[in-house]
Structures are given as C-alpha cells and as structure tokens.
C-alpha cells in the first residue's frame, strides 16, 4: 500500500527558508518518482518539482534556483528545500506519487509567507 505523509510547512518570512518532508511507504526506495506540487488559495494545483529514477529532477519555472528536492533512501523520505521564499509561494504542499498507476497524494502540509 502506497502512502505519503507530508511535514515541514509553517509560516515564514519573504526571503525565508523551509524544508518540508514527504515519508513514503510502499514505493521503491531510490527508484519510484515522486513529485511536489501546491495550491494557492482559489487554485488549482500545480507542478512544483519531481525526482525520479536516478535522482533526475525537474521543477516548475517559477521554483527554479530557489527549490531543491532531494531524497533520503534510507528514510523512505523525500524533502523539498524551498529557499528564499516569496509570497506567492504561499499555498498547501503535497507529495504525489503515481507509481504503479495509484495516484496517491499526501493530506499536505501548509506554507504561508508572509510578513
């Protein structure tokens, strides 16, 4: 059973940092991607970044140079650096993974930036 638990959000300030934590179970440690993406308010979601087999990556444009995501294959755990953040960062972040044609999403973690 595949399963993603998002942690890490939290209110901070423009030009602030924050690394948020997806914990899965049930996908391939090092092999299954898993994605990022968010929702500002009255959005839809969107793409933020994904790391697949081998460590690619990919992000959204507006996240590149200042996000980073990466995985801990030994703590199931993929983390997403978000540095220097914006307001219009703001938003619910959730892991995805469609390994096995599933869908799953995580319940999402919040990020406000905000003075």
């Known amino acids: 059973q595949v399963r993603l638990e998002e942690s890490g959000g939290g209110l901070v300030q423009p030009g602030g940092s924050l690394r948020l934590s997806c914990l899965t179970t049930g996908l391939i440690a090092g092999v299954s991607p898993v994605d990022w993406y968010r929702q500002a308010p009255g959005q839809q979601r969107t793409f933020v970044a994904s790391i697949t087999t081998g460590d690619s990556t990919d992000y959204a444009d507006a996240v590149k140079g200042r996000f980073t995501i990466s995985r801990d294959n030994a703590k199931n755990t993929v983390y997403l650096q978000m540095n220097d953040l914006q307001p219009e960062d703001t938003g619910v972040y959730y892991c995805?993974?469609?390994?096995?044609?599933?869908?799953?999403w995580g319940r999402g973690t919040q990020v406000t930036v905000s003075a």
């Open positions: 995805y993974s469609n390994e096995w044609n599933l869908g799953r």
